[in-house]
């Protein structure tokens, strides 16, 4: 999951030394995007117990805009 906003940045980079979950995603490329983490953007941890509670989040925002 990739959050934009800066208030994730702040808590999340260190300048000159990449976390390593950025290291790994700055160096992974998914289908349709650029190698690398973009300005702005950041990586964060989710724990695993608030995935579920994500996903079921972004479902009901998925079905909010489908009706």
Known sequence: MVRQGGGTQAMTRRPGRPTKQ???CAAFQAPGH?????EGEAVIRIPARMVH???????AVER???Q
């Open 22 to 24: 950025e290291a790994e």
């Open 34 to 38: 650029g190698k690398g983490i973009p």
């Open 53 to 59: 509670m994500i996903r079921e989040a972004c479902d």
């Open 64 to 66: 909010a805009t489908v």
